[in-house]
């Protein structure tokens, strides 16, 4: 049983009193076993599995941990432990209690967003600070989402950002109408989620036993007060204080420094056995995080005996020899490519010793990149899904415009709305038969000049500037080929918009569907366009040879699309599957190189921390954001403990390229790689400076 193979602290932690368990657990000290071991407790004392809710920060993490309980207890108990991320276990009741839900991601949403603010002209403005942009405002709004309660948005925006305390009546008139046009079209983003399981939590009680939440520390205001919302009986939260880096996401490491204040009858446990690292290496990251203040205090002690190596501190005179030397001491080393992580700070890093691991022909993957969910090829092909599935889905027909010239997301939003008008609510009935009586569809201008909206929409244009396309009849004499602003391009995209889903329509498996796309004009014009500027040079021409394997790229990653898509029966499943589970797939083979932050719960036999220079690692830019030395000296504690055996530390004196000098990051002053000298004393007090 998994009790049974418990060390005594994680026993005492897994069968402690009902009530508020605080579990720290620091790297490599089992933390999945206690959990597991845990539930088994819960299920042996009568708790049944319905009333066990595990929070998990990604859902193969929650996979994992239920599959080891189905190992013991069967499938047929595990699956009725309700386990997930917060998004996807709200996703779930809602959709139970709601029927549906149509949730959609941060990039969608933003497109709908911009085409809100692009309806403002903030120029008649007089003021030094320039505006924010549509996505960074977005960006904000989210942040403001997660991490305040109290606060309207624009008395929090002015409060923060006092320069530009004379755009917030604008800013809230976006948000105002951004949130209106969700509603309208039933949109709902990951916050929304939390938002709407907070409320649904408050009105009705879910019947849950004990809430189990992993990685604690992690937690941002929103997802803590959706827990206190929840009511649980019993409470088991699992973290570690020196893991917390998510602080740009809004976490807060407050929720789990105050856990003894919020509860009286909280109980700590520490686990304090590691059982990845060797002493060489923990000793490094120990001496290291303990300059950070201490909010409860632990002591680790190894398992490991072997003979252990000494981690290794390698200078380079140049950025890219370290990246050539790490090559090849990769390409040297007796580890299996798979055991082996190169972890950066920075994307720049990683893109240096991708390049030099692959001209050196070692197989590598990289993690904290461009996913195979994000690639603009496959965004376009879910996105056309989409719309066929949910006519109503306006992002998506907005999204898809992006590919047509001269069609900003405002115009996009402006003909899907005169198409739903065309069609007496239905967007397809506008497109392929629309209302013959009504020659303007679009709708008439808000004009506030206060709040930045000005008519620029004068008059309807003439469909005759489009007589030599050789539209369909009824396709020609459609109301929406008014629009003035509308291009013959933008028309010619549009049409081929209209000739694939007249070819969808009848379709009725998802393999089916993604066939016909893959096959279709406009997915050809999208590869053409993707193709052609993925393979443009430096000096704006085209390599022939670069833009033929980009094709042939977007191509097979459609491969893979319909591959996935084979299983499913339902177009709704389908989708869902590819919005909610695509966090957790990856793809190819090797060597792994991973950002900070993608590297977190991960081990390696062979690690390699990589330019662990001041200003890249401390990040100063970053910090300056808001982020904090403690902030970055977490993350290289998350950095370094991802090893198992062997530890490589590396940095570089100069860039030839940018023809600018590195000094070593403080880091390796503070593990005692470095003597300390006056060199450490500047970059200690410029740090106080920066905060």
């Not at 827990?227 to 009986?233: G, H, L, W």
């Not at 670069?546 to 977007?554: F, G, T, V």
Request: with cysteine; net charge neutral.
């Amino acid at each position: 049983m998994p009790l049974s193979r418990l060390n005594p602290q994680q026993y005492n932690a897994a069968t402690a009193s009902f009530g508020h368990n605080l579990i720290i657990a620091s790297a490599g000290t089992g933390k999945t076993s206690t959990i597991v071991g845990r539930i088994a407790y819960l299920l042996k004392n009568n708790i049944q599995p319905e009333e066990i809710l595990l929070l998990t920060f990604t859902n193969k993490a929650a996979g994992e941990m239920v599959e080891r309980v189905a190992s013991y207890f069967g499938k047929e108990v595990a699956g009725r432990i309700d386990a997930g991320t917060f998004h996807s276990i709200s996703y779930r009741w809602l959709k139970r209690r709601e029927g549906k839900v149509v949730l959609k991601q941060p990039r969608e949403l933003k497109t709908l967003f911009r085409s809100v603010y692009e309806k403002r002209s903030l120029s008649h403005i007089d003021t030094p600070a320039s505006p924010f942009g549509a996505h960074y405002l977005y960006d904000l709004y989210s942040y403001y989402q997660n991490t305040e309660m109290e606060q309207t948005f624009e008395a929090w925006i002015a409060m923060r950002h006092t320069e530009h305390e004379v755009y917030r009546d604008i800013y809230a008139d976006i948000i105002e109408e951004f949130e209106a046009l969700k509603l309208q079209y039933g949109f709902l983003n990951f916050n929304d989620l939390l938002l709407q399981m907070r409320q649904l939590c408050l009105q009705s009680d879910l019947g849950y036993q004990e809430v189990l939440v992993d990685e604690y520390q992690d937690t941002n205001l929103l997802q803590g007060t959706l827990i206190d919302a929840m009511k649980p009986r019993s409470l088991f939260c699992v973290g570690d204080y020196d893991q917390s880096i998510y602080a740009f996401n809004g976490a807060d490491i407050s929720i789990i420094g105050s856990f003894t204040c919020k509860f009286e009858d909280a109980v700590i446990h520490t686990l304090r056995k590691n059982y990845r690292s060797t002493v060489p290496i923990l000793s490094l990251a120990n001496k290291v995080i303990s300059y950070n203040e201490r909010i409860y205090p632990k002591e680790l002690e190894v398992t490991r005996s072997e003979r252990p190596h000494e981690p290794t501190l390698i200078v380079y005179d140049e950025l890219f020899d370290q990246y050539h030397a790490i090559a090849m001491l990769i390409k040297q080393s007796m580890t299996p490519l798979e055991e082996i992580a190169v972890i950066f700070r920075n994307n720049a890093s990683a893109d240096g010793i991708e390049a030099t691991l692959r001209e050196q022909a070692i197989a590598c993957r990289r993690r904290g990149g461009t996913s195979f969910f994000d690639s603009k090829e496959i965004k376009a092909v879910l996105d056309i899904y989409t719309l066929l599935v949910n006519e109503s889905d306006m992002m998506a027909f907005i999204h898809l415009f992006e590919y047509a010239k001269g069609v900003g997301s405002a115009l996009a939003k402006e003909m899907f709305i005169a198409l739903q008008k065309l069609g007496n609510g239905s967007f397809f009935q506008g497109l392929f038969e629309p209302l013959d009586n009504m020659e303007n569809p679009f709708e008439k201008r808000r004009l506030n000049h206060q709040l930045g909206l000005f008519d620029d929409f004068a008059e309807l244009g003439n469909r005759g500037r489009f007589a030599t396309l050789n539209f369909e009849k009824r396709f020609f004499n459609n109301a929406v080929l008014k629009h003035p602003k509308l291009n013959r391009e933008g028309a010619q995209f549009l049409y081929h918009i209209y000739l694939l889903y007249k070819a969808l329509k009848t379709l009725s498996s998802p393999q089916a569907v993604i066939k016909k796309i893959a096959a279709s004009q406009i997915y050809g014009d999208i590869v053409e366009m993707l193709s052609t500027k993925r393979g443009q040079l430096a000096d704006g021409s085209i390599d022939a040879t670069l833009k033929s394997e980009s094709a042939q790229r977007i191509r097979r990653k459609t491969l893979v699309l319909l591959e996935l898509s084979k299983p499913y029966r339902e177009h709704e499943r389908f989708l869902n599957a590819m919005v909610l589970g695509a966090q957790d797939l990856t793809q190819g083979e090797g060597v792994h190189l991973l950002s900070i932050h993608a590297s977190k719960g991960l081990e390696y036999k062979e690690v390699y921390v990589i330019d662990l220079m001041d200003g890249r690692f401390p990040n100063r830019k970053l910090m300056q954001r808001g982020g904090s030395i403690e902030e970055e000296r977490r993350l290289f504690y998350v950095a370094v403990t991802r090893a198992k055996d062997r530890l490589f530390l590396s940095y570089a004196k100069y860039d030839k390229i940018k023809k600018s000098n590195f000094v070593p990051s403080q880091f390796l002053y503070e593990a005692s790689l470095i003597p300390k000298d006056a060199q450490y004393t500047a970059l200690a007090e410029s740090v106080e400076t920066t905060e």
